[in-house]
């Protein structure tokens, strides 16, 4: 039925849930998996003066493209128990935007995502990345929780 699972992977505990759901479907599926990371835009500063900051800027979305990676790899050595063939991915931009377009961009046909993730405000039952999501990706979106 599904041919290529998407997780959207942000390192929160319901990412991994997400993701353990996700291998498991996919080995029962025979799809492909693939585990998506979006380093969010960092603020710019207009005023801020090159020569007083240097590379600050580049060298933060360095170090936060590394995480990115590591939390990729930390997860998908959580799945290797179900032997599928996984793949990573990860980009710059504002996640849900990110996410909705590497749906259609990898023809994506299930994805799957935590209702909620590493933010801080308790008492909602969606983020705003899985609300947004659930409301604008083109194919089937599965929320773990
Ligand atoms: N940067 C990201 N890259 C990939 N997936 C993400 C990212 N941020 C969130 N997600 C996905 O969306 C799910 C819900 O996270 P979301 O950010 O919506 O909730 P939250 O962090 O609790 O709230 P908010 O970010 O609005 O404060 C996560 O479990 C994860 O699957
Ligand atoms: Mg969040």
Known sequence: MYKKILVA????????????????????????????????????????SPDRV?????????????????????TEAKLAVHGVGISTGITLGHPAEEICKKVDSD?????????????????????SVSNRVCRHAKCPVLVVR
């Not at 993701?19 to 801020?48: I, R, T």
């Not at 170090?63 to 930390?74: A, P, T, V, Y």
């Not at 023809?107 to 983020?127: A, V």
């Open 107 to 127: 023809r994506c046909d299930l994805l799957i995502m935590g209702s909620r993730g590493l933010g801080q405000i308790k008492g909602y039952l969606m983020g």
């Open 9 to 48: 992977i942000d390192g929160s505990e319901l990412s991994t849930k997400a993701a353990l759901h996700g291998a498991e479907l996919a080995s029962k599926m025979g799809a492909e998996l693939m585990l998506f990371h979006v380093v969010p835009p960092l603020p710019s500063f207009d005023n801020m």
């Open 54 to 74: 240097g590379n600050i800027h580049q060298e933060l979305v360095d170090e936060f493209f590394k995480q990115g990676r590591e939390i990729l790899s930390q």
